[in-house]
């Protein structure tokens, strides 16, 4: 589901890529490649969020969006959809605008989009039906002030019974220093987990790429994290203001050992070895 480490995931809607080398590919195409499922999981949240709020998701606020590959698959699912996509980060902003949006929406579909650069601390407006903080981004707020400050403002930007998404990850293979190599068409894609303080929870982790010609595409990504529990999140979003607090659990596929790509409402999670949930809040009305 966005800029994310898929330590668990089922097979999914990517594209194809051929004759890559670290001179020559795109980092940010790559992650696309490697990472993200942006179709899937536009129809992910618009099935969740129905199921939330009882009522379709019409407008839906990307936070930490990246590329904005969500956003943009949002606006197609439906005429009367809307997204917002906001980042700090403009070189990436501007890469998803030149490559997603002009690349992929129609000029009508383009209007529905709009693209943010600003802190998404400081965006209170305009109201939206859910806000989605995906790819884990939002742990590189490492103070539970920093972090509840942000999801106070993600609930005043929600309409009345809107919904927060929030993903999270974990379990002991998450605390070990080590490198996960995933091929994809093309290139191999490589996690890299290079530290972790059990004191402070903070984490440190980098995306590489390795092509078949030995070139290496070294920390294409690079992320500095806080490892937030579920626990943790899930009083904070309580402390925020959220009522109906809810882990949605992502169950595995026993034939393969990954995650199956279902996820399921739950008070109690099983003992794996890595985990990826879902926390999600409502705002009361």
């Not at 589901?1 to 594209?15: E, F, N, V, W």
């Not at 091929?183 to 004191?199: I, N, S, T």
Request: charged share 30%; with cysteine; glycine share 6%.
């Amino acid at each position: 589901m966005a800029h994310r480490p898929q330590l668990r995931r089922a097979r999914s809607d990517r594209k194809v890529a051929r004759a890559l080398t670290a001179r020559t590919a795109d980092r940010h195409a790559l992650y696309q490649l490697a990472v993200q499922t942006p179709a899937t999981d536009a129809a992910f949240y618009a099935r969740w969020f129905q199921r939330l709020a009882g009522r379709p998701l019409r407008t839906l606020r990307e936070d930490f969006c990246g590329t904005a590959a969500l956003a943009v698959e949002h606006v197609k699912r439906h005429r009367q959809n809307r997204a917002i996509g906001v980042d700090l980060h403009w070189p990436t902003l501007a890469w998803g605008r030149i490559h997603n949006v002009r690349r992929k929406l129609d000029a009508e579909q383009q209007r529905r989009l709009r693209l943010m650069h600003a802190d998404a601390r400081a965006m209170r407006a305009p109201k939206v039906d859910a806000v989605v903080a995906l790819n884990f981004s939002y742990a590189v707020f490492q103070t539970r002030a920093e972090l509840r400050g942000y999801l106070r403002t993600a609930l005043a930007a929600l309409r009345p019974g809107g919904v927060l998404f929030a993903d999270a990850w974990g379990g002991p293979d998450v605390l070990q220093q080590k490198t996960d190599r995933h091929r994809r068409d093309g290139f191999v894609y490589e996690w890299e987990q290079r530290a972790f303080d059990p004191v402070t929870h903070r984490i440190e982790c980098a995306i590489h790429f390795a092509f078949p010609d030995g070139s290496r595409m070294r920390d294409a990504f690079v992320y500095d994290w806080r490892l937030w529990s579920l626990p943790e999140l899930r009083e904070l979003f309580a402390e925020a203001g959220f009522t109906d607090v809810q882990v949605l659990w992502e169950s595995t596929d026993h034939r393969t050992g990954t995650g199956s790509g279902a996820f399921y409402r739950t008070d109690r999670g099983s003992q794996d070895e890595a985990w990826i949930a879902l926390v999600t809040g409502r705002k009361p009305g």
